[in-house]
């Protein structure tokens, strides 16, 4: 079986580097807001080109950390709205329910896949605070009405970066774009951890600050809290992982572009559409998260990749709207959001996919009928 994603391997290039980091954090003896976070923190600052990193304990925390930070410093209150995209993950929605904030869903673009960026100013109201931009499957999404906006309306530009990380726009990296994003190194992520992390990331230095004391239980020293917080702390393990794992991001997504383009160039079946090719006038680049094609009949498609010993993902076949965890919302309907949810299926993308089993995949894709 071609493994949709082959963690073991991907991880086994690393083992050594890995198992030496987590020797040295055992025997340090100090296993939170040590040293080994402090790096990592500093080292994702100067990659993204930014002044103030905060890690936390996963990539949702660091989205419903955002927003409550925001609330804290005034900015919002309960009952304001936020514009986010009808199709993402629901991580992207919970952030903002938790805090009592209501979604305003935007739907989806036809080619990109990402939200429909022209169809914003449409749901703004006097209640919109902020947009929630999400680079889904390692495209860019992201234009300059998006702050022409902002300013005109006073909004935050939030990025939800959990899948683009080293995504560049004009040389600008995804998450350094708008006022705060939040990353996720879930273990499946380009720079993925062995457990749960996240961070926040941000210039805004006063909202650096609160987010950290509202992740530390409210505290900015040990027994002593300015606000009524969480416990939301990257642990040393993760970020001493992922200290390393940074160094070799940039093999990893030249490894993915390499097979993407294999993909774009090589699959020729008229039945499968694959993603757009991004215009080189758009200045971005892919890194290629996910590699997503749209067909008809995916349950057919999928059963077939199956039985060649292919596996794949969907992502995502419900949208949130219409997940049982948001009743309120299911009489909304977005055609091209549920267009895509019923024919999205990943493909497999990653650094350690041999060149056979990609030659492989192109083969059986293109003999499907």
């Known amino acids: 079986m071609i493994k949709f994603l082959d963690l073991q391997n991907i991880n086994r290039q690393y083992a050594l580097a890995l198992k030496t980091a987590a020797a040295e954090v055992i025997d340090s003896g100090w296993y939170l807001r040590g040293t080994y976070t402090k790096k990592f923190e500093e080292e994702l600052a100067i990659y993204q080109q930014i002044d103030h990193v905060v890690g936390v304990g996963n990539g949702l925390d660091a989205l419903t950390l955002i927003f409550r930070a925001y609330i ?4 919002m209150k309960e009952g304001d709205e936020i514009i986010v995209p009808a199709h993402t993950f629901i991580a992207t929605v919970l952030a903002i329910t938790e805090n009592r904030l209501k979604p305003v869903f935007v739907d989806t673009d036809p080619d990109t896949w990402n939200m429909a960026l022209p169809k914003i100013e449409a749901c703004l109201t006097p209640k919109t605070k902020a947009i929630v931009v999400v680079h889904l499957y390692g495209r860019i999404c992201w234009d300059e009405t ?22 560049e726009l004009s040389g600008t990296r995804s998450g350094s774009l708008g006022d705060v994003s939040a990353f996720s190194f879930y273990p499946g992520k380009l720079l993925g951890a062995l457990g749960d992390a996240g961070a926040v990331v941000t210039n805004d230095a006063v909202l650096s600050a609160t987010i950290r004391e509202l992740g530390n239980y409210g505290g900015y020293e040990k027994f002593y809290y300015r606000f009524q917080g969480v416990n939301s702390r990257m642990d040393e393990l993760q970020a001493a992982f992922l200290s390393i794992k940074l160094k070799h991001l940039p093999d990893e997504i030249r490894a993915r572009r390499a097979i993407a383009v294999r993909y774009l160039s090589e699959i020729s079946n008229p039945t499968i559409f694959l993603p757009e090719i991004q215009n080189p006038s758009e200045n971005s680049t892919h890194v290629w998260h996910i590699f997503s094609v749209l067909c008809s009949d995916r349950t057919r498609f999928q059963e077939y990749l199956s039985e060649h010993n292919i596996e794949t993902g969907i992502h995502y076949p419900t949208p949130p709207y219409l997940q049982d965890a948001f ?30 089993d990609i030659e492989k995949i192109i083969l059986v894709i293109n003999e499907y009928g």
């Open 72 to 75: 804290t410093m005034g900015f």
């Open 146 to 167: 998006l702050s022409i906006l902002a300013k005109k309306h006073r909004l935050k530009l939030i990025e939800d970066n959990a899948q683009a990380i080293g995504a």
């Open 327 to 356: 009743p309120q919302y299911h009489d909304l309907s977005f055609p091209e959001t549920e267009r895509i949810s019923h024919g999205l299926i990943s493909l497999p993308i990653y650094s350690t996919l041999s060149s056979s």
